[in-house]
T-cell receptor
Framework: AQSVSQHNHHVILSEAASLELGCNYSYGGTVNLFWYVQYPGQHLQLLLKYFSGDPLVKGIKGFEAEFIKSKFSFNLRKPSVQWSDTAEYFCAVMIYNQGGKLIFGQGTELSVKP | KAGVTQTPRYLIKTRGQQVTLSCSPISGHRSVSWYQQTPGQGLQFLFEYFSETQRNKGNFPGRFSGRQFSNSRSEMNVSTLELGDSALYLC?????????????????FGSGTRLTVV
C-alpha cells in the first residue's frame, strides 16, 4: 500500500536555526506532493505544492521544498525559523490514478524556542 | 471569499448513536473530501465527492457514509458510534474535476468538527 513517511515526530529548534523536515513516499508513478501546516487551534493550511516542472518549490512564509524523484522524497526547508513557525507539519501525496485522495504522513511537531 | 465551513464545531454523542456532520465548500468548488484525524492514526481519507457522486473511498467500515448535494454541500454520517470514532473530522474542497489531474489549486480544509463519543 502507498504510504508517506515523515522522519521526525518532534523537532525542537531555537529561533534563527535552519529547518529541514524529511518526507518520503512509497509509489513509483506520477504523484503530486504537498506540505500542509496546522498551527495550534487552527485548520490545515497549504504551505506549498509540487505538480510538475522545477523540483524546487517555494511556498508561503519563506518555506521551500525539493522534490527528488530518485529518492521518492519531498523535504521541507526554511533557512531561519521563527517562534511563529511552531506548528505541526504534514507531508501529503496524491497519486495520479486515485482521484483526489491525499495520503498524509504522521506529521512532525515543530517547537521553536524564542 | 468564505472558506470551507463545517458544522457543528463540537459534538458529543453516546456510543450506539448516529451523527451527521455538514460541510459547505468554497463557492465554485465542486469536489469535497472528508478526512478523520486522530492522535494515533493521523489523517486518514474517508471519501471524496464530485457532482453528487462518490469518486473515491478510504478503508473505513460501512458505518461511515456520505453524500453530496446539487449545491456541492456535503454531509457525512456515522451510524452506531463507537468510542474509537472520537476524532476531528475534516472536510476539504477543491476545484478538481473528473479527469482533471492535478487539481487546479490543491485542497482547502475547514476547521473541522470535533466528535467525542462517550
Amino acid at each position: 500500500a502507498q504510504s508517506v513517511s515523515q522522519h521526525n515526530h518532534h523537532v525542537i529548534l531555537s529561533e534563527a536555526a535552519s529547518l529541514e523536515l524529511g518526507c518520503n513516499y512509497s509509489y513509483g508513478g506520477t504523484v503530486n506532493l504537498f506540505w500542509y501546516v496546522q498551527y495550534p487551534g487552527q485548520h490545515l493550511q497549504l504551505l506549498l505544492k509540487y505538480f510538475s516542472g522545477d523540483p524546487l518549490v517555494k511556498g508561503i512564509k519563506g518555506f521551500e521544498a525539493e522534490f527528488i524523484k530518485s529518492k521518492f522524497s519531498f523535504n521541507l526547508r526554511k533557512p531561519s525559523v521563527q517562534w511563529s513557525d511552531t506548528a505541526e507539519y504534514f507531508c501529503a501525496v496524491m497519486i495520479y490514478n486515485q482521484g483526489g485522495k491525499l495520503i498524509f504522513g504522521q506529521g512532525t511537531e515543530l517547537s521553536v524556542k524564542p | 471569499k468564505a472558506g470551507v465551513t463545517q458544522t457543528p464545531r463540537y459534538l458529543i454523542k453516546t456510543r450506539g448513536q448516529q451523527v451527521t456532520l455538514s460541510c459547505s465548500p468554497i463557492s465554485g468548488h465542486r469536489s469535497v473530501s472528508w478526512y478523520q484525524q486522530t492522535p494515533g492514526q493521523g489523517l486518514q481519507f474517508l471519501f471524496e465527492y464530485f457532482s453528487e457522486t462518490q469518486r473515491n473511498k478510504g478503508n473505513f467500515p460501512g458505518r461511515f457514509s456520505g453524500r453530496q448535494f446539487s449545491n456541492s454541500r456535503s454531509e457525512m454520517n456515522v451510524s452506531t458510534l463507537e468510542l474509537g470514532d472520537s476524532a476531528l473530522y475534516l472536510c476539504a474542497s477543491s476545484l478538481a474535476a473528473p479527469g482533471h489531474f492535478p487539481p487546479l489549486y490543491g485542497y482547502t480544509f475547514g476547521s473541522g468538527t470535533r466528535l467525542t463519543v462517550v
